[in-house]
């Protein structure tokens, strides 16, 4: 099974692909972690798309579909779970002919919906292990033990340069303008499912496996 999350920033995309990967033995293809793996490794993509995330903005579609046509290639065959991928209306063209390329079909995509003040409350309270990549929320889901990570025992942890009001704001308008628009292309396929995004993490995930699963009420 291949599925997308779709959903403006903050809306639990990559904490519900954690739990998918982790349950289904899926694979989480995450364009944003591809691209801030190649900032911190100082690569030539890296360099060319650090100005572009810190202002809010998207990175060219050239650059995120060569990233999961190269994850696709290296998944073995398991499911995909694509998270902040595709993002405009030519990168799920592409990822079309990717999969197509590779005798894939792309079974849901899941549209996780969720109020704009709620999505600053989140993004602005969002960290992560530095040692595990586990994600956390000061308020929403701390760590069990304060200052301790729940999965590695880690007690370092990252914030990222992008999760502040100013960007966020941009964010939301690329959202709107450019990956909101994408929904009419998977709806004519009957292919999207609605999740309430507002409800608590837990609630969130039965929604999502039950549309998986095809038991939605
Ligand atoms: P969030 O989970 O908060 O929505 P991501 O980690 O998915 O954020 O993305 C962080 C940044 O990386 C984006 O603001 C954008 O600059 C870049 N990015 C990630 N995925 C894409 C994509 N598919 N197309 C263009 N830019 C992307
Ligand atoms: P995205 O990948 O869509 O940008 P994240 O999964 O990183 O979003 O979630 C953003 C922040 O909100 C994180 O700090 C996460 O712990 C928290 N969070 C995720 N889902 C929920 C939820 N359903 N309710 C409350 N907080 C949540
Ligand atoms: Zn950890």
Do not use: W
Not at 37 to 64: F, H, Y
Not at 79 to 101: H, K, M, N, V, Y
Not at 120 to 142: L, M, N, W
Request: with cysteine; net charge negative; proline share 4%.
């Amino acid at each position: 099974m291949n599925i997308i999350l779709l959903g403006p920033p903050g809306a639990g995309k990559g904490t519900q692909a954690a739990r998918l990967q982790a349950t289904r033995g899926m694979i989480q293809m995450s364009t944003g972690d591809m691209l801030r793996e190649a900032r911190a490794s100082g690569s030539p993509i890296g360099l060319k798309v650090k100005a572009v995330m810190d202002a809010g903005e998207l990175v060219s579609d050239a650059i995120v579909t060569a990233l999961i046509g190269e994850r696709l290639d290296s998944s073995g065959g398991h499911g995909a779970i694509f998270d902040g991928f595709p993002r405009t209306r030519p990168q799920a063209e592409a990822l079309d002919i990717l999969l197509s390329e590779r005798g894939r079909t792309l079974d849901h995509v899941i549209e996780l919906v969720v109020d704009e003040d709620e999505l600053v409350r989140r993004i602005t309270g969002r960290f992560s292990c530095a040692r595990c990549g586990a994600g956390y929320h000061d308020t929403f889901r701390p760590t069990k033990v304060a200052g301790t990570c729940d999965a590695c025992g880690s007690t370092e942890f990252i914030r990222r340069p992008d999760d502040n009001e100013q960007t966020v704001r941009t964010r939301m308008s690329e959202y709107r303008a450019k990956t909101q628009p994408i929904l009419p292309y998977y709806q004519e396929r009957g292919l999207v499912r609605q999740v309430d995004g507002m409800a608590g993490i837990d609630e969130v995930a039965a929604q999502i496996d039950a549309a998986l699963d095809g038991t939605s009420r």
